[in-house]
């Protein structure tokens, strides 16, 4: 994109951790690419509409991009009134949907071909394969309770750990959690941690920002909680070998577990059954680069605008 000196871009945040997640990573692609002038504008997701004002006068920008329905409508508005370009990483709800340039969604969320639509293999990242992975380093994370989606054992992923770890006992293992762990599996791990002298566990609210990245980086594989699906797509993002500790789904045909079931049977990711026949993880993993994609997508769109 030689011809665009520097893009003007409107950077949409709802505080949401995964979400803004998903909007940096394509933004970090983004300035590989092209010089960016980036402005940031956080929503209040309890604002009242009238608070949106900052949308409404909001100077002129070349992307107006976010994650999150909060975002939507003053990204929107923002759109409307300096004729720009907006760019989402979700399906819309059907009011707005017609009014984005572009929605950057997962295969799991099923996406209806259509122009507008860029599919991706699991939510943009920031995490990138810095090669730096020492294969005897085993990061182990785990999510927690969800009322909604699965039911939660930590008894069962007590035995899951105790199997796992048996089986590499001169690995050096990283366990860490998530704020949706309970307080007794957090017990559990601390425990787990003191027993065996390999084991380091460093709960999430011990955790600065960024050490997650980081740990990516330093482990060549990666055991997640099947509910831990963002950090499933982060893994393979940086590169790393994965493996699935599997949760009770309260539906078994849900989104999250027929995205993983797509990565399970392209062989990008193993499973707890399957390490337990055969002892290792039989993958063949590449490492995703779906950020990157959004912002090729991105490029290409706006270049092609320019020149019409």
Request: charged share 20%.
């Amino acid at each position: 994109m030689k011809s665009i000196i520097a893009l003007q871009i409107a950077a949409y945040w709802d505080g949401r951790p995964g979400h803004e997640k998903q909007t940096r990573g394509v933004l970090q692609e983004l300035e590989k690419q092209v010089a960016v002038d980036i402005r940031d504008y956080p929503i209040d997701p309890c604002a009242k509409p009238g608070k949106w004002r900052q949308a409404a006068t909001a100077p002129p920008a070349d992307l107006i991009i976010g994650t999150g329905s909060h975002t939507h409508l003053p990204m929107l508005i923002h759109k409307w009134r300096c004729k720009g370009w907006a760019a989402t990483c979700m399906t819309p709800m059907w009011l707005w949907r017609p009014f984005f340039d572009l929605c950057m969604v997962p295969w799991h969320d099923r996406p209806k071909a259509h122009r507008r639509i860029l599919v991706t293999q699991g939510p943009p990242n920031p995490c990138i394969d810095a090669g730096n992975h020492d294969p005897d380093r085993v990061l182990v994370v785990i999510g927690g309770t969800d009322a909604k989606s699965h039911h939660w054992s930590t008894g069962r992923l007590k035995d899951q750990l105790h199997v796992v770890i048996s089986h590499g006992p001169w690995t050096r293992w990283t366990v860490t959690s998530s704020p949706r762990t309970p307080k007794d599996t957090l017990d559990m791990l601390a425990a787990l941690a003191a027993a065996h002298p390999q084991v380091q566990f460093f709960p999430f609210s011990q955790t600065p920002p960024g050490w997650i990245e980081a740990a990516y980086d330093r482990h060549g594989t990666v055991w997640a909680t099947a509910d831990s699906v963002s950090m499933v797509y982060e893994a393979l993002s940086a590169g790393c070998r994965v493996g699935l500790l599997p949760v009770q789904w309260k539906r078994v045909s849900n989104k999250f577990q027929r995205g993983l079931d797509r990565l399970i049977d392209l062989q990008q990711i193993g499973t707890y059954d399957q390490f337990v026949q055969s002892r290792r993880l039989n993958t063949h993993p590449a490492a995703l680069a779906e950020a990157r994609r959004c912002a090729d997508e991105i490029v290409n769109q706006l270049q092609a605008r320019q020149s019409t």
